[in-house]
């Protein structure tokens, strides 16, 4: 994970790719002791598992280790340790994917009650861990406790986080934040269930209630914000970004329109429905993501469509393209940067072979691409317009104007936030070039799929399948 000095064709790799690339945390899925393939060493991958079926949620995956099978535990803890140290030392945080969910079996739990567990199947495993017992959530809270002190995890991904309750995930956050206040963890989860009927489902973690944990620093994935741009994840089409309507728009959006630019705006809003895509009370509760590791990744999605050559790496980048503009917190899917493949696997979790590698040949192959995602990394890291830090900033300050054709302006009032770019102009368009008006003498910084740093005068003209910014000094 951290070894220096790899390349491939002369492209970096690894560690020195994240760090060309510009990211500053990296997500990684369970890592924690899980249950399937755990008898296998760690290079044979004919049998291969992402890990979300956990045995003991406080060891460290002996897959993962150069000691697989050996009772050498200290090395496996001091590997553990060596590998978040140097993601530190490089500038990039490490959030640690937990999975308090469900257990591999009812066995996590026998030898002390068979009473921490809900009746209901709420996570489509098998069973569903009950933190509306005390018990389980001080649990759940110290073993947050244990990795964040222990191995010096910067914050966590919850798993189905939806099975819990909004107050219990409050009151982790809570917790972690004001005990070791300069740590400023990073937590958010995915606020659904298994496709469970949950009889407590007013009380839980959902995209319409996470505005009651802002105190605490907590958010979730913005799953409104994704269907809206790239329709229904495993389809062929359908969403903005695709220059179609996505039909489930969630309470408060009538049109793209409106759940897009709500989720650009960094889903501020006070919308209770569950699903409402204006639902934060702060941008940091927003994650902006296209695609994760389930479902087909964004290639094997603009593969399906139908999208080929240069149009499918300008949709390569555009998609991405609107999350690194948008408020609240960008997510990139390890590989999208250079459009990593999964042979169109949509549910990849036990795949052997070469399926879920990262295919570094790529990087050279779609150099396009990657330049694309590194400079509007840097961009935005470079400008703070693009990552305001209130909802009354964002209200106050960021303006949409639907422009006809799938298209739409956004306008930054970049001085409100400290920016060098007093103004700035986002044109998103998904449809056929649009006449941009009022942004003549303007500097244009994206046009299509490359970046123009040094930006040029007086052009008006915004290509469709593109993020196009014009901005002043």
């Given at each position: 994970m951290v070894q220096t000095g790899t390349t491939n064709n002369g492209m970096k790799t690894g560690i020195d790719h994240l760090k060309e690339l510009g990211i500053t945390h990296v997500q990684l899925l369970p890592v924690y002791d899980y249950g399937t393939c755990s008898d296998v060493?760690?290079?044979?991958?004919?049998?291969?598992?992402?890990?979300?079926?956990?045995?003991?949620?406080?060891?460290?995956?002996?897959?993962?280790?150069?000691?697989?099978?050996?009772?050498?535990?200290?090395?496996?803890?001091?590997?553990?340790?060596?590998?978040?140290?140097e993601f530190h030392k490089n500038g990039i945080r490490v959030i640690m994917d937990v999975v308090y969910n469900h257990t591999y079996d009812k066995e996590m739990?026998?030898?002390?009650?068979?009473?921490?567990?809900?009746?209901?199947?709420?996570?489509?495993?098998?069973?569903?861990?009950?933190?509306?017992?005390?018990?389980?959530?001080?649990f759940i809270r110290d073993s947050l406790e244990y990795w964040a002190t222990e191995y010096n995890i910067d914050g966590f991904r919850f798993d189905l986080v939806g099975i819990f309750d909004v107050e219990d995930f409050r009151s982790w956050g809570k917790y972690l934040n004001e005990t070791y206040p300069d740590r400023n963890f990073l937590m958010y989860g995915e606020p659904w269930?298994?496709?469970?009927?949950?009889?407590?489902?007013?009380?839980?973690?959902?995209?319409?209630?996470?505005?009651?944990?802002?105190?605490?620093?907590?958010?979730?994935?913005?799953?409104?914000?994704?269907?809206?741009?790239?329709?229904?994840?495993?389809?062929?089409a359908g969403g903005f970004m695709f220059n179609t309507q996505h039909h489930d728009l969630g309470a408060g959006a009538n049109t793209n329109f409106?759940?897009?630019t709500a989720g650009m705006k960094g889903a501020i809003g006070d919308n209770d429905n569950p699903w409402t895509p204006f639902f934060a009370a702060d941008p940091e509760q927003s994650i902006n993501y296209l695609t994760a590791h389930d479902?087909?990744?964004?290639?094997?999605?603009?593969?399906?469509?139908?999208?080929?050559?240069?149009?499918?790496s300008r949709l390569q980048a555009y998609?991405?393209?609107l999350m690194l503009v948008s408020q609240g917190i960008p997510f990139i899917h390890s590989g999208e940067e250079f459009a990593r493949t999964k042979n169109m696997n949509e549910n990849s979790y036990n795949t052997p072979?070469?399926?879920?590698?990262?295919?570094?040949?790529?990087?050279?192959?779609?150099?396009?691409?990657?330049?694309?995602?590194?400079?509007?990394?840097?961009?935005?890291?470079?400008?703070?317009?693009?990552?305001?830090?209130?909802?009354?900033?964002?209200?106050?300050?960021?303006?949409?104007?639907w422009l006809g054709d799938n298209a739409f302006q956004y306008d930054l009032n970049g001085?409100?936030?400290?920016?060098?770019?007093?103004?700035?102009?986002?044109?998103?368009?998904?449809g056929n070039n649009v006449e941009v008006n009022g942004v003549d003498g303007w500097k244009k910084k994206v046009h299509g799929v490359t970046v123009n740093a040094d930006g040029t005068s007086g052009t008006n003209v915004a290509e469709g399948t593109a993020v196009t910014i014009w901005y002043q000094n």
């Open positions: 060493d760690s290079q044979d991958d004919s049998c291969y598992n992402w890990g979300y079926d956990p045995v003991n949620f406080n060891v460290p995956e002996d897959r993962y280790t150069s000691v697989h099978k050996s009772e050498n535990y200290r090395q496996k803890v001091k590997e553990f340790k060596t590998m978040v140290d739990f026998k030898n002390i009650t068979g009473k921490y567990y809900t009746s209901v199947d709420l996570s489509g495993c098998g069973n569903s861990v009950d933190a509306k017992n005390a018990m389980v959530s001080r269930n298994g496709y469970a009927t949950d009889p407590s489902e007013g009380t839980r973690v959902r995209m319409g209630s996470i505005k009651k944990a802002v105190d605490a620093h907590v958010g979730v994935f913005n799953g409104k914000y994704r269907e809206c741009v790239k329709g229904e994840s495993d389809k062929a409106d759940c897009v479902n087909l990744n964004l290639t094997d999605k603009i593969t399906k469509y139908g999208a080929t050559g240069e149009y499918a998609g991405n393209g072979g070469d399926v879920n590698n990262v295919k570094w040949g790529l990087k050279k192959t779609n150099a396009a691409v990657f330049n694309y995602y590194r400079d509007m990394i840097a961009m935005r890291k470079a400008h703070p317009a693009f990552r305001m830090t209130t909802k009354s900033q964002i209200e106050n300050n960021v303006t949409a104007t001085s409100a936030a400290g920016d060098s770019w007093s103004k700035i102009r986002v044109v998103v368009n998904s």
